[in-house]
């Protein structure tokens, strides 16, 4: 009886190998070729013009940067900013007033965290006559806080902090103690006018707990065409101004040896590009803004002081309608970035500033909120 061995066995499937795979014509042959099956030799046209016009209908490659022209002329314009988009930031005179909104509507009725609260606490906040900066304030005095806001129009931020009481009056009906509200002038690019302030606000309120940095602007020009002198002053109110503010409350509370709470705003322009207004300098700002609460959380957090941002998308401020009522277009191009399909408006600040302040986050530092609709997560 013939063995089968696992050799033998190798060697027959070695020859059944090469039968299969051999044509017969060629078995004989000592040389031979291999068949190319390129797809680009094989498909390729004897003319070729030809091959250009199927490249041209691939829609596929037309959008590669293989496309063998520009087969639109409106390629990227979603993802672009427009140089014929000028926004300058209007003078005091013609700046909108932000009304006070409607606060907590009474006394509370809804349990929540104790932690939450600013009782007993004492918050400034600059550009808080204005826009972000003045309902952000509200929602501090409809938690608790007492309050001082800075501006640099002291008759307008006078006017806002009555409006403020008046409203807490109407809204806690019988209530004994009134929130202590008193407004400042200041600009916060001066370091003298900063030390003034910060001076004239202890005198009223003996202490600083709190402080939050809104005061800001931004305008739109492409950078060739930004005048010099707007810049610095745009960089001396978002980055100078925070960074003065932010290191005389710091000073401040670690001679009282107390700690505090800062919560720097920023923008989502600082981590994305806004389309299609240009606006370069603002954007960089913000985002020194951004690092420099983060910076500042590490330096300090040996002193129990706190320091975060909150990066606000776009706001229906009464600025922002503004410009919007000047510039309808920019609408719907703004809402078809945003996730949510929708800005925001200045409320929707309210509970991340009082989160931020208060106890609730007493172990967050040196975080940044963006509050934005899903803007920069997509």
């Not at 003319?47 to 016009?53: I, K, M, T």
């Not at 409350?249 to 505090?260: D, F, I, S, T």
């Not at 970035?337 to 989160?355: H, R, S, Y």
Request: overall charge neutral; hydrophobic content about 40%; aromatic content about 6%.
């Amino acid at each position: 009886m013939n063995l089968i061995t696992p050799r033998s066995s190798l060697r027959a499937l070695t020859r059944l190998k090469s039968q299969f795979l051999r044509p017969p014509d060629l078995l004989r042959s000592t040389h031979m070729r291999n068949l190319s099956s390129t797809p680009i030799l094989t498909n390729r046209k004897s003319n070729p013009s030809d091959n250009d016009n199927d490249n041209n209908n691939d829609p596929n490659l037309a959008a590669t940067t293989k496309a063998p022209k520009d087969t639109s002329p409106h390629e990227g314009r979603f993802a672009r900013t427009d140089e014929n988009v000028q926004i300058p930031y209007p003078s005091d005179s013609e700046m909108p007033a932000q009304p006070v909104v409607q606060g907590r509507g009474g006394m509370h009725f809804k349990r929540t965290l104790a932690s939450f609260s600013l009782e007993n606490k004492v918050s400034l906040v600059t550009g808080g006559a204005r826009g972000l900066g003045l309902v952000m304030a509200q929602g501090l005095v409809a938690s608790g806080s007492d309050l001082a806001i800075v501006d640099l129009n002291r008759t307008e931020a006078e006017e806002q902090a009555g409006k403020l009481i008046e409203q807490f009056r109407k809204e806690n009906p019988g209530i004994e103690q009134m929130p202590n509200i008193t407004a400042h002038y200041a600009d916060v690019s001066d370091p003298s006018s900063v030390n003034t302030a910060l001076s004239e606000i202890l005198s009223k309120h003996t202490r600083i707990d709190n402080l939050v940095t809104s005061a800001g602007f931004t305008e739109n020009f492409d950078a060739i065409n930004y005048p010099f002198d707007r810049m610095k002053k745009l960089w001396g109110v978002n980055v100078d101004g925070t960074y003065l503010f932010a290191i005389g409350v710091a000073k401040h509370l670690m001679e009282r040896k107390a700690p505090g709470s800062i919560v720097m705003i920023g923008s989502m322009s600082g981590a994305i590009v806004n389309v299609p207004q240009p606006q370069a300098p603002y954007n960089a700002s913000k985002a020194a803004v951004t690092h420099l609460a983060a910076s500042l959380a590490v330096e300090w957090a040996g002193y129990g002081i706190r320091v975060n941002c909150i990066s606000p998308g776009y706001m229906l401020t009464a600025l922002t309608r503004k410009i919007l009522d000047e510039n309808p277009q920019l609408r719907e191009k703004w809402i078809s970035l945003i996730a949510v399909g929708k800005m925001g408006v200045p409320e929707d600040l309210m509970g991340a500033v009082t989160f931020l302040l208060s106890d609730a986050s007493k172990y967050v530092t040196g975080a940044e909120l963006r509050v934005d609709g899903g803007y920069t997560a997509t």
